[in-house]
């Protein structure tokens, strides 16, 4: 027994946010106090927040930063979770079965042992090392910390000039919040087109948006630097070609999984850098530690290959199956599609399953179809056009993947394709889904089912 108090074991979790905090209350509806002791650490000031809405409260769509707690540090612990904030673990120790924490604050350290140990450390923003990068004014946006500090600079900054450097969902959606915010905007992005989600044709479409915004969009450009005034604060973002004036920079690159904690005690990472975990989100190898989150990698059950996909909606999931079996229970995390939703203004932007260059890279053949149709029926009132691209495999006609951009009532369309990817149905079944049908809600033929027909028709042709 490692616990105290005649406890009779102790569950250590790494990480107060969606997968670890998600562990721990599932572990504790299943076990009282007197069964399992539950403390948990996190480095931050806040648990259990949203940070994908860090974008919509900054640009006031969201009216305060609590709107983005779904638990407090205070609720956890009203259900008997030990949760120390502002405390990061600075070391595993397998071998041992304990792990190292620092108090940020004061910088006092100790040891803890486990019986079982959860890991949710998520993910770090990619911050690349170029001149200026960590000047004031630059800023990241993955905890709420940091959205408080980037809203403190728009307040503060005299200037109206961002640049945001990337075009990813965060890039895409940061800059539809500035431009909310009365800045003047431009988006710097390595890519060929916003949206690298997406197949270039469906991230051209994207592209049209931002600038129908009055966002400049900046494509194939490679960010050499941030350049500083006399200040020692940003004034532009440089490239090989230009250097674009900035009152304030916000990068939008994306994330990597944080394992280097894990990488030191030698937990086993995969080809992106994440955890690898059995079914049962067991860390391979090790009987009594768990992961889940962003931190880890998942099986895509289309390619059969592992990736990182670091979405809320999978952490909390993982976080329920850890904290079933860390509480005596069984679950188990088969993988995921790969499906996302976004927007810019009233664009809804959706895809699930692979890109095209997802299909060549694990080695499948496969048609393409593209189709235009409408969200409604044509004839009734605020019918808005819709463009649904359809990848299926080319002998079999397994649906492979699927993107939708459109109007009102594109982008949710997309979870038909992504359960139909789940089951592995091909286009051709598809074609006969029995989907709900009136003319405010969709077309006789929904634009899914009409990209699934056009799809069938590719398959048969090149059998």
């Not at 809405?53 to 900054?58: A, H, N, S």
């Not at 904690?261 to 391979?284: E, F, I, K, S």
């Not at 079999?396 to 109007?407: C, E, F, P």
Request: hydrophobic content about 40%.
């Amino acid at each position: 027994m490692s616990a105290g108090d005649g406890k009779s074991e102790r569950l250590v979790v790494i990480g107060g946010d969606a997968a670890g905090m998600s562990a721990a209350s599932q572990a504790r509806r299943l076990k009282g106090p007197d069964e399992l002791e539950i403390v948990a650490f996190e480095r931050g000031h806040f648990s259990s927040f949203s940070a994908c809405g860090i974008p919509y409260w900054v640009g006031g769509d969201v009216t305060g930063r609590d709107a983005l707690i779904a638990r407090t540090p205070e609720e956890h612990r009203a259900r008997d979770i030990d949760l120390r904030m502002r405390t990061e673990v600075t070391e595993i120790d397998v071998a041992g079965g304990r792990v190292r924490a620092r108090d940020v604050d004061s910088g006092a350290r100790s040891w803890m042992s486990y019986d079982k140990l959860v890991i949710g450390t998520g993910a770090r923003p990619v911050r690349p090392e170029l001149p200026g990068i960590d000047a004031p004014g630059v800023h990241g946006v993955q905890t709420l910390d940091d959205g408080q500090a980037l809203l403190d600079t728009l307040t503060r900054t005299r200037g109206r000039r961002a640049v945001v450097v990337g075009a990813g969902y965060i890039g895409v959606e940061m800059a539809e919040a500035l431009i909310n915010r009365g800045y003047e905007v431009t988006v710097v992005n390595r890519g060929r087109e916003p949206m690298s989600t997406l197949d270039p044709d469906m991230g051209r479409m994207v592209h049209g948006a931002m600038e129908g915004l009055g966002i400049t969009m900046v494509n194939d450009a490679e960010v050499t630097g941030v350049l500083t005034g006399d200040d020692g604060r940003v004034r532009a973002v440089a490239t090989e070609d230009a250097e674009f004036p900035a009152d304030v920079v916000v990068l939008g690159i994306g994330v990597r999984p944080e394992t280097g904690l894990a990488a030191a005690a030698g937990l086993p990472l995969g080809a992106h850098g994440g955890l690898l975990t059995d079914l049962a989100m067991r860390v391979r190898g090790h009987e009594n530690i768990w992961a889940g989150g962003d931190c880890v990698e998942v099986l895509d059950l289309v390619s059969g290959q592992e990736r990182h996909i670091p979405l809320g909606t999978h952490a909390n999931k993982h976080g329920q199956v850890v904290g079933t079996n860390v509480g005596g229970g069984y679950a188990t995390f088969p993988g995921v599609v790969g499906t996302a939703v976004s927007k810019v203004c009233d664009l809804e932007i959706a895809r699930t399953g692979l890109r095209e260059k997802d299909a060549l890279r694990a080695g499948l053949r496969f048609v393409t179809a593209t189709v235009e149709s409408t969200s409604r029926a044509g004839y009734y009132p605020n019918a808005s056009p819709m463009t649904v691209k359809m990848l299926a495999e080319r002998r079999t006609g397994r649906l492979l993947g699927v993107q939708i951009v459109g109007r009102e009532g594109a982008g949710k369309r997309v979870d038909i394709a992504a359960v139909a990817l789940t089951a592995g149905m091909t286009v051709e079944q598809m074609t006969a889904l029995d989907l709900g049908y009136a003319p405010p809600f969709s077309p006789v033929w929904d634009p899914v089912l009409v990209a699934a027909r056009k799809a069938a028709r590719e398959v048969e042709r090149q059998r």
